[in-house]
């Protein structure tokens, strides 16, 4: 005879089984879709693992490899690659981010626009920005134009002439991530308030590598949120994250703050009637903060308006010196490789038309600058991983609408990401999607192409309203650079064992030397190269 407290045993462990096995294996609506692992449809520890080991994207894409354009990670968790019914369908479709982004891209306690979940707050101050950040305006900039000379012509270029005439090599990743950053700080700070960091090298390390380390202890308060939680109230967070960790934000926030400070001085000596140097106009400090304002004067808010511009320009500062200098340095790897050494020179032929040009407009349209930077940008995306969204509260069906493979009635809530990596590499739409190929963004004549099978798939810049809110200025950026270095240089391949790509969210080179293959520290190699100053330079 079974007692009562047996029976409610049996019955705790049938609905136990019901809702842990029986359900999300064979009755949910995500049951149909194929599982990356056999434990996925039963725990996300397997998805968990290799995003704490930072190899989530490149395992996530050999499972796309063999099991098709959506598949299963997790019990609640889907990834898809493709286009119809996949990219297109969630992130132009309405699909909200969720607390992942919140949780680590927070600054000073203020949600950036990237973190904001709700589309409309990120709407409203996307358009707060999104005209400092058109490509017409960038390409009309006087700051941004005089910025650009200085950077390049009077900070960068002597710094690699001496390299080039020490014949040592230069270690070409702190070169890149020292332009953008100095780039970027300036155009939004204006140039005497943000970084020198071409000029000021020890200072940019330190700053970079520390910002790098800081990024593979992020697994824990994005996949771990109420675990880590649940650590820091009981002052145990540092069995998981350092207490390091929380003092290098803390340093990047200070540093960053104090930009916007004096951002505020240059803004207040403008308004008593003392001349600005067009270079030093903070640009994207201005604009943000007179929208803010009026925005709070008209809905009466009494938020700090301090803190709320240094959140957005913070995420606005890191996030732009970081994709593009791990972008130019995968760039540079491959036109050093001795494979690549006729695209380099033909790099050279192009830019040695331009009769010491750097406008913006001059220099967009060469069609070989273009081609070998999208080729990177498409086979090297800075950020190849996971963007993950959640599904609304109507039913939805994903998957990939010109195979025919779609799955309908997907639930309220479910985790569903795609990534560039794995849509970069669709053999059908990049034939041979492992090979750094420019020639497939050019045309039979040399001129600049345009399939729009290709710029379907691109998403080196995200897509949809959320899209990457800088990338024209990125664009520039980087061909600026490009211009500056290969116009005046030729670079050698010397040290490139550290040019090994992060597995995870972000695809930095690993580099080589203090901390290991996943380390970083003062005195770590990326991507070491001679420069030779080339016989009829076009000065910098």
């Not at 996300?44 to 598949?71: C, E, F, M, N």
Request: glycine share 8%; proline share 6%; hydrophobic share 40%.
């Amino acid at each position: 005879m079974i007692t009562i407290p047996t029976a409610a045993v049996l019955a705790l462990l049938c609905l136990a089984c019901y809702k842990f096995i029986i359900y999300p294996t064979i009755l949910s609506p995500l049951a149909k879709i194929p599982i990356a692992h056999w434990s996925c449809s039963l725990s996300p520890a397997w998805i968990l693992y290799h995003r704490q080991r930072q190899d989530d994207t490149t395992t996530v894409h050999a499972a796309h490899k063999s099991l098709g354009p959506i598949i299963r990670l997790a019990p609640n968790e889907i990834s898809i690659n493709s286009v119809d019914g996949g990219i297109r369908a969630v992130y132009a479709g309405g699909f909200e981010k969720g607390s992942w982004y919140s949780n680590v891209f927070s600054n000073y306690g203020v949600q950036p626009m990237f973190a904001m979940e709700g589309h409309s707050e990120h709407s409203k101050r996307k358009r707060m920005l999104s005209n400092v950040y058109a490509k017409s305006t960038l390409q009309g900039s006087v700051p941004l134009t005089t910025q650009t000379e200085i950077l390049l012509r009077h900070r960068l270029h002597p710094r690699l002439k001496a390299s080039a005439e020490s014949d040592e090599p230069v270690e070409l990743y702190d070169v890149f991530s020292a332009v953008t950053m100095d780039f970027v700080s300036g155009y939004i700070f204006g140039l005497k308030n943000g970084s020198d960091f071409i000029r000021n090298k020890e200072a940019g390390i330190k700053l970079f590598h520390d910002f790098k380390a800081r990024q593979k202890f992020t697994f824990w308060p994005q996949e771990m949120a109420a675990f880590t939680k649940r650590l820091r109230a009981v002052g145990l967070k540092w069995l998981v994250v350092p207490t390091w960790v929380d003092r290098a934000n803390q340093d990047i926030e200070d540093w960053l703050i104090g930009m916007c400070d004096k951002a505020e001085d240059t803004m207040q000596l403008a308004k008593t009637g003392q001349q600005i140097s067009a270079e030093d106009y903070p640009t994207v400090y201005s604009q943000l903060r007179s929208n803010l304002t009026k925005d709070a004067a008209k809905h009466g808010q009494r938020d700090d308006l301090r803190l709320n511009i240094a959140s957005e320009l913070l995420d606005h500062t890191l996030a732009g010196f970081d994709t593009s200098g791990i972008t130019l340095t995968w760039l540079a790897w491959q036109l050093s490789r001795p494979q690549n050494i006729s695209w380099q020179k033909d790099l050279q032929a192009e830019l040695a038309t331009l009769d010491k040009s750097l406008s913006a407009k001059t220099i967009d349209g060469l069609p070989i600058l273009h081609a070998t930077l999208m080729e990177t940008l498409r086979l090297h995306a800075a950020i190849p991983g996971n963007q993950p969204r959640i599904t609304p509260q109507m039913p939805t069906s994903l998957g990939d609408a010109e195979a025919g493979v779609m799955f309908a009635d997907l639930p309220p809530g479910i985790r569903v990401q795609a990534q560039a990596w794995s849509l970069h590499r669709h053999p059908t739409v990049f034939p041979d999607p492992e090979v750094w190929r420019p020639e497939r963004w050019l045309t039979e004549d040399g001129e600049l192409g345009n399939d729009p099978k290709m710029t379907r798939w691109f998403w080196a810049f995200g897509s949809g309203g959320r899209m990457c809110v800088g990338s024209n200025l990125a664009m520039l950026d980087m061909k600026a650079t490009v211009v500056a270095i290969w116009g005046n240089f030729s670079t050698e391949l010397v040290d490139d064992e550290g040019m090994v790509p992060n597995g995870g969210y972000m695809a930095e080179p690993l580099g080589v030397g203090h901390g290991g293959k996943k380390g970083m520290g003062k005195g770590r190699t990326f991507l070491k190269c001679k420069l030779q100053a080339l016989p009829t330079p076009n000065p910098a």
